[in-house]
């Protein structure tokens, strides 16, 4: 009986992982042990089994092996007993350091920033976000090459980018180069095609949803806009970013875009790859940043998200805050509370329908307060500006002269300003 339940719970492909954490002496603002909390989630999302889990408390990482070697050691023996298949470390390892680790420990290992691209490349959909993908992944494998995979390489599909590993193991680091050259080049002409579709959307509101990864922005959007993007309690369910007008009938349209989620030590080649996606955030007039209240650890979120967006230079734009997954929270006096403390906020479900309606209400005025009210007179000549002042403001009223279109609008100071609109006397 022991012997089937054995060969049930050792499934081909099924990794059997040890995570560790150190809580650096250095570092005393991140909290190691959420830190591996979140990893635990990360490495399940890609199918793996936590059979232990270590912590280490150290000053500084050890150079030639992040963890001491007393440690290193009380480790290698679990991996023994334990027929563990990898061990995931939750930090952000060297190439040099990640190749001693496997051997002390004689198993394969993998760092954070490994097993977040791991996901990332899983999840990607489009062809944009799977180059963009790819090239991350590239260059973080161009300083790691060895050949250790062969050697631990007993099981396929494990976890940490293998399949990626033993396609390039062959490649010297010159072709890596050049593939990766190859893709940035296919990454360009995307980023021009966006650019493009961006353009045409120049005159809207645009509003770009960011947070923490699954913190429920897709959800959110499918909410806000009565339309349905991918959501998923995964961890980075979406890695493109979409876009979907809110409600067809403001003037002018506020345009959402759903994009990728954030996480503490997103890898920097990441940000990097994922610059075009991004560049929806950059150019927003609003960020909608939702938090997830349901999530313990919150005011990390809050504060990562916004060190990414830092990053990625969109620091300084105007944001609104959205704590969201009210439906999970027990304190009845919290959504009053972070309301009041935090200017421009606003607690909701996604899953409540007068939330939402309130949440459009307040990002529509929200730009009202960048609108003005004016009377003008459109010759009946001037059909395209006729369409533009439909397109882009509210008409409040409306009356045929002989002169032309009397019009009462409520309309974005600057798009008066660029249709060159004139008070009618
Ligand atoms: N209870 C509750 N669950 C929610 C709410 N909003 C979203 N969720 C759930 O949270 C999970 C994540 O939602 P997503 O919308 O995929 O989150 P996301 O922020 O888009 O995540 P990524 O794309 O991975 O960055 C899903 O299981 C949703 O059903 C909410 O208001 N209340
Ligand atoms: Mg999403």
């Not at 081909?12 to 979140?38: H, M």
């Not at 996606?277 to 909608?288: I, K, N, P």
């Not at 230079?313 to 935090?342: C, M, T, W």
Request: with cysteine; hydrophobic share 40%; glycine share 6%.
């Amino acid at each position: 009986m022991k012997h089937s339940f054995e060969f049930e719970s050792h499934r081909d492909n099924e990794e059997r992982v040890i995570l560790v954490g150190v809580q650096l002496g250095s570092d005393p603002q991140t909290d190691a042990q959420s830190s591996l909390a979140e990893l635990e989630r990360l490495v399940e999302t890609l199918g793996g089994k936590i059979i232990d889990t270590f912590i280490q408390r150290r000053k500084s990482p050890h150079p030639g092996l992040y963890i001491g070697r007393g440690k290193a050691a009380e480790i290698a023996a679990k991996v023994t007993e334990s027929e563990c298949t990898l061990v995931a470390f939750d930090a952000e390892l060297t190439g040099s350091q990640q190749k001693n680790l496997e051997e002390a420990l004689d198993c394969r290992v993998v760092d954070r920033t490994g097993v977040i691209l791991d996901i990332f490349s899983r999840h990607a959909r489009t062809k944009e976000a799977k180059n963009q993908v790819e090239v991350a992944s590239l260059e973080y494998l161009a300083s790691r090459l060895t050949r250790r995979w062969t050697h631990l390489g007993r099981q396929k599909g494990g976890i940490g980018l293998r399949g990626l590993g033993e396609k390039q193991i062959e490649l010297d680091r010159r072709q890596i180069r050049a593939r990766i050259s190859r893709l940035k080049q296919e990454l360009e002409h995307s980023a021009e095609e966006r650019a493009i579709q961006r353009l045409g959307r120049d005159r809207f509101l645009r509003v770009a949803i960011v947070g923490y990864t699954n913190a429920g922005k897709s959800t959110l959007m499918n909410h806000l806009t009565q339309s349905e993007v991918y959501v998923d309690d995964r961890l980075f369910a979406t890695l493109d970013s979409t876009v979907r007008i809110m409600d067809p009938k403001t003037r002018p349209p506020i345009l959402l875009s759903d994009t990728v989620g954030f996480i503490n030590k997103l890898p920097h080649t990441l940000v990097a790859s994922f610059r075009s996606t991004l560049q929806e955030v950059l150019e927003a007039d609003l960020l909608m940043h939702v938090v997830d209240l349901a999530a313990e650890n919150y005011m990390e979120q809050i504060r990562v998200t916004k060190s990414v967006l830092d990053d990625i230079g969109a620091g300084h734009k105007p944001s609104i805050l959205v704590f969201n997954k009210a439906d999970l929270v027990k304190e009845f006096f919290l959504p009053k509370l972070l309301e009041r403390r935090y200017v421009d906020s606003q607690v909701v479900s996604a899953y409540r329908s007068e939330d939402m309606k309130r949440l459009r209400e307040s990002l529509y005025t929200y730009f009202e307060r960048d609108m003005m009210e004016m009377e003008v007179n459109v010759p009946y000549t001037d059909t395209w500006l006729q369409a533009q002042i439909f397109e882009l403001s509210k008409v409040l009223e409306l009356e045929y002269l002989p002169s032309g279109t009397r019009m009462k609008i409520r309309i974005m100071r600057s798009d008066a300003h660029t249709l060159k609109l004139q008070k009618s006397e």
